[in-house]
């Protein structure tokens, strides 16, 4: 059995720390750096991407750059507790571009959504949607004044 289908031994985790700070590397420069031959490097990244443990690859777009200057984190209660309303509550979520995260939480909310819009008046309409259409009945918005740290994904430690 492979290393890398049990747990990612220090150079599979140097390659995803590589990787996590530069996805865009070259496979030649990922192997310089982790001091395997290209085949090698190859080889273990093909089985970190098959195994799992790389997810895919993204660029990170700035919101600001599209004129998207609002974030905020906005709670999400229900009328009633029905499986067919979180099914299609969850497909709303899914091709609304704004919802950048959907996460089911415990406690009073279902959900915390994390919302990157144009506006306040934005996200407010997509909470009269949510609120109209998706049987919402209370909801609980915090605004993001300045974001500190903000990691795309986690370290491989």
Do not use: W
């Not at 091709?95 to 279902?110: A, K, M, N, S, V």
């Amino acid at each position: 059995m492979d290393s890398i289908e049990k747990k990612p031994d220090a150079i599979d985790r140097k390659i995803l720390e590589i990787l996590r700070k530069d996805a865009r590397i070259h496979l030649k420069e990922l192997s310089r750096h982790i001091k395997l031959s290209l085949p090698a490097a190859s080889e273990r990244l093909r089985k970190l991407e098959q195994s799992g443990y790389i997810k895919g690859y993204v660029a990170i777009l700035n919101p600001q750059k599209f004129n998207k200057e609002f974030t905020c984190f906005c709670m999400v209660e229900f009328s009633h507790h029905n499986i067919d309303y979180d099914r299609d509550f969850v497909e709303f979520v899914k091709t609304c571009p704004d919802i950048l995260e959907c996460h089911r939480i415990g406690g009073t909310y279902e959900y915390m959504l994390k919302i990157v819009a144009h506006s306040v008046k934005e996200v407010e309409q997509l909470i009269d949607v949510m609120r109209i259409e998706k049987r919402v009945i209370n909801t609980s918005t915090i605004t993001i004044l300045t974001t500190i740290k903000e990691e795309v994904t986690i370290s491989p430690e």
